[in-house]
């Protein structure tokens, strides 16, 4: 059974789509919903979603079956403060958890068998870190371990988990790969739709 807790992030303005990302349709879905479903079949009953802006029209528009919402009052300063609110929340509960898998919900098209390898290496490294390869950079998706939690909750500015990522020098990463393309502006959703249909 996989004891982790994956924490969505979507909690941002969405200021250079000039709309509600999370509300985009991509194919007969929302954008974050897609996002959602993926993570719904890792551990069905154990995702949360951090929201901020737009939060009221975000949870009209999107089931919340089997989700576990947390508003971030904090939103207008930066993706940390998303991180921050979502652990502690997942910290309070009466669930202990090994680690936990921090999503970006503007990632549609990771693919389940890329996460499930990620929780994996998490079982086989369970005090490590195991995070995603960029071409310059390690970043998110990642697991971090509960001995990560308490770093975690202390971010701040707008790095998101980076920093720890960065600074982390014993930092797993899969030989798989997935697509990390992330839905920032309307160019990269032509471009995502573009591509799915080729």
């Known amino acids: ?15 250079r789509m000039k709309s509600p990302k999370q509300l985009v349709k991509i194919g007969n879905n929302f954008l974050l919903e897609t996002v959602l479903n993926k993570a719904k ?16 029209l975000i949870r009209r528009e999107i089931s919340s079956a089997n989700i576990h919402f947390i508003y971030n009052a904090n939103y207008q300063d930066g993706l940390s403060t998303s991180i921050v609110c979502g652990v502690n929340h997942i910290k309070s509960t009466p669930k202990k958890y090994s680690g936990i898998l921090i999503l970006l919900g503007d990632q549609p ?23 995603s390869n960029y071409p310059n950079k390690k970043g998110v998706p990642a697991i971090f371990p509960e001995n990560y939690f308490n770093q975690l909750s202390l971010l701040k500015n707008d790095f998101g988990a980076k920093e720890i990522i960065q600074n982390n020098k014993d930092v797993i ?8 393309i992330d839905i920032d502006t309307p160019k990269d959703l032509h471009t995502f739709k573009n591509s799915i249909l080729n």
């Open 173 to 180: 990463t899969p030989l798989i790969t997935t697509n990390l």
């Open 109 to 131: 098209a990771l693919e389940k068998k890329y996460l499930f390898h990620l929780i994996d290496l998490h079982s086989k490294n369970p005090s490590k870190i195991i995070a």
């Open 1 to 15: 059974m996989v004891n982790i807790a994956i924490l969505v992030l979507a909690g941002g303005q969405s200021s």
């Open 41 to 56: 079949t890792i551990n069905r009953n154990h995702v949360y979603c951090v929201l901020g802006a737009n939060a009221c």
